[in-house]
């Protein structure tokens, strides 16, 4: 499976932090290899309390370092839409999660927080390949390069 967009990760965490219309307080990491295949999902905590910190060291060991290159993770609740965005505490620790990563040659490109109506993302929303900052990103929409829709006039 190619996961082509944010929306598909999410839809890969959702069933593990929602069930039956219940919000379990989960965190899950999403892995993903080269090719933004689907390498692994694991849920990394059943008691997630909204902050990463204390689960750095556990997300980043639930991911195969032989085969996997993205991920992303996903946990229970939203955060707050305000002004103040990156100055969240879970923001910051995403932040650091992903200095460290990178440090491992494991590059994060989608963060989740879930609730029984929605999510929030502080990832990509739509394709990677149409992503501002997804350069680096395999290309996973090769069959709209040669259709006449691909193009524009």
């Given at each position: 499976m190619?996961?082509?967009?944010?929306?598909?990760l999410e839809?890969?965490a959702?069933?593990?932090?929602v069930?039956?219309?219940?919000?379990?307080?989960?965190?899950?990491?999403?892995?993903?290899?080269?090719e933004?295949?689907?390498?692994?999902?694991?849920?990394?905590?059943?008691s997630?309390?909204?902050t990463?910190?204390?689960?750095?060291?556990?997300?980043?060991?639930?991911?195969?370092?032989?085969?996997?290159r993205?991920?992303?993770?996903?946990?229970?609740?939203?955060?707050?839409?305000?002004?103040?965005?990156d100055?969240?505490?879970?923001?910051?620790?995403?932040?650091?999660?992903?200095?460290?990563?990178?440090?491992?040659?494991l590059?994060?490109i989608?963060?989740?927080?879930?609730?029984?109506?929605?999510?929030?993302?502080?990832?990509?929303?739509?394709y990677?390949?149409q992503?501002?900052?997804?350069d680096?990103?395999?290309?996973?929409?090769?069959?709209?390069?040669?259709?006449?829709?691909?193009?524009?006039?």
């Open positions: 190619i996961i082509q967009a944010g929306f598909d839809l890969l959702r069933p593990l932090i069930q039956e219309g219940k919000l379990f307080p989960r965190l899950v990491v999403i892995g993903l290899d080269a933004l295949q689907l390498e692994s999902i694991r849920v990394v905590t059943e997630f309390e909204g990463l910190k204390p689960f750095q060291d556990a997300i980043l060991e639930h991911l195969d370092l032989e085969g996997t993205y991920f992303a993770i996903a946990h229970a609740g939203i955060w707050a839409e305000n002004d103040f965005y100055e969240q505490p879970i923001f910051i620790e995403a932040k650091q999660l992903e200095k460290v990563a990178a440090e491992r040659g590059h994060m989608g963060h989740f927080g879930i609730d029984e109506t929605g999510y929030m993302s502080a990832g990509p929303h739509s990677f390949d992503y501002a900052s997804g680096d990103l395999p290309s996973t929409m090769t069959h709209w390069v040669h259709s006449k829709f691909g193009k524009c006039g």
